[in-house]
């Protein structure tokens, strides 16, 4: 199905809930406006909503939290999701991932994202508030070895914090056979103050230039416009994240959103316009026309 700006609508991407084992400072919670009482989806709304996505043609579902590792029926829901989906993945902080990356793997999860953004475990707890880079290390090379390719390394570039950390965490990925994706802050997320973007904003204009002099092949991703640089030494893909302020990526958006209270959210960087599946799913009912009325509501937020 296509959007009113002839956009085809293909990935489902569905926050599970707002709990997380972590307590990053940065944390945006998908766009969703944060709740005293945490909510999350359950596997037979999951499921709905999943069958009622591919049923109007999208073939990819992706889910996160919060962290949705710590959701107690992540096995089930991604074994419900492999059933409908050519395409099956998940971003997480990593945490609990060794211990679940078989599992899932077997039951039908298809590549993970998993957000590390500096290898100083010092630094690591300055920025999640928890000891537990090693667990996110061991994830990383467990899924690996399981098969959950291809893993995809996230780093938030921060300064004062881990822009002196690139080549060590290109050095990892290299190690563990992953990509390395290196986001650019924004302040045009919910949650995001002016004041918390000018402290920790890094532009990627001088990491871009350094990659440029070092790789030896370069690509442009259609979606969003993603530089993608390939070393020789080491041996890694970096992939650039400049999303916002970037009308190439609303143009090739192909992705329709839901938050962990059941809305459907056609627009990652507005909440004015949420439409919500939440009673018709508590009585098991047709969610299809919220779907096309959600669809119908997409506009790009960043234009020519």
Same mark, same amino acid.
Request: one cysteine or more.
């Given at each position: 199905?296509?959007?009113?700006?002839?956009?085809?609508?293909?990935n489902?991407?569905?926050?599970l809930? @707002?709990?997380?084992?972590?307590?990053?400072?940065?944390?945006?919670?998908?766009? %969703?406006?944060?709740?005293q009482y +945490?909510?999350?989806?359950?596997?037979?709304?999951?499921? @709905? #909503?999943?069958?009622?996505?591919?049923?109007?043609?999208?073939?990819?579902?992706?889910?996160?939290?919060?962290?949705p590792?710590v959701?107690?029926?992540?096995?089930?829901?991604?074994?419900?999701?492999?059933?409908?989906?050519?395409?099956?993945s #998940?971003?997480?902080?990593?945490?609990?991932?060794?211990?679940k990356a %078989?599992?899932?793997?077997?039951?039908?999860l298809d590549r993970v994202?998993?957000?590390?953004?500096?290898m100083?475990?010092?630094?690591?707890?300055?920025i /999640?508030?928890?000891? $537990?880079v090693? +667990?996110v290390?061991?994830g990383?090379?467990?899924?690996? @070895?399981?098969?959950?390719?291809p893993v995809?390394? $996230?780093?938030?570039?921060?300064?004062?914090?881990? %822009?002196?950390?690139?080549? @060590?965490?290109?050095?990892?990925?290299?190690? /563990?056979g992953?990509?390395?994706?290196?986001?650019?802050?924004?302040?045009?997320?919910?949650?995001?103050?002016d004041?918390f973007?000018?402290?920790?904003?890094?532009?990627?204009?001088?990491?871009?230039?350094?990659?440029? +002099?070092?790789?030896v092949?370069t690509? *442009?991703? $259609?979606?969003?416009?993603?530089?993608?640089?390939?070393?020789?030494?080491?041996?890694?893909?970096?992939?650039?994240?400049?999303t916002?302020?970037?009308? /190439?990526?609303?143009?090739?958006?192909?992705?329709?959103?839901? *938050?962990?209270?059941?809305?459907?959210?056609?627009?990652? #960087?507005? *909440?004015?316009n949420?439409?919500? /599946?939440?009673?018709?799913?508590?009585?098991?009912?047709?969610?299809?026309? +919220?779907?096309?009325?959600?669809i %119908?509501?997409?506009?790009?937020?960043?234009?020519?």
């Open positions: 199905m296509k959007d009113p700006y002839g956009r085809e609508i293909t489902l991407r569905v926050s809930t @707002q709990e997380c084992n972590l307590d990053c400072f940065y944390c945006h919670n998908e766009g %969703e406006e944060e709740s +945490k909510t999350r989806l359950r596997s037979e709304e999951v499921k @709905q #909503l999943v069958r009622t996505a591919s049923d109007l043609g999208m073939n990819k579902v992706k889910y996160s939290g919060g962290e590792l959701h107690p029926e992540i096995v089930e829901i991604i074994s419900i999701s492999s059933e409908l989906m050519d395409d099956v #998940l971003t997480t902080n990593g945490v609990l991932l060794s211990e %078989e599992e899932l793997s077997e039951t039908g994202n998993v957000s590390l953004d500096v100083d475990p010092e630094t690591y707890e300055k /999640t508030g928890m000891a $537990n090693e +667990k290390k061991r990383i090379e467990k899924a690996n @070895q399981v098969g959950l390719h995809k390394i $996230n780093m938030l570039l921060m300064k004062g914090l881990n %822009e002196g950390s690139i080549d @060590q965490m290109m050095g990892f990925a290299a190690d /563990t992953s990509i390395l994706q290196v986001i650019e802050m924004t302040s045009s997320r919910e949650g995001i103050s004041d973007y000018k402290r920790f904003h890094v532009s990627l204009d001088e990491l871009a230039s350094k990659l440029e +002099k070092r790789a092949r690509e *442009t991703r $259609n979606m969003h416009a993603r530089k993608k640089y390939f070393l020789k030494s080491p041996e890694v893909e970096v992939e650039l994240v400049r916002m302020h970037n009308s /190439t990526f609303c143009q090739n958006c192909t992705r329709l959103r839901v *938050t962990s209270k059941g809305e459907l959210k056609p627009c990652l #960087l507005r *909440t004015d949420h439409v919500s /599946t939440k009673e018709i799913l508590k009585r098991n009912g047709n969610v299809k026309d +919220k779907f096309i009325k959600a %119908e509501e997409r506009e790009p937020y960043w234009c020519e």
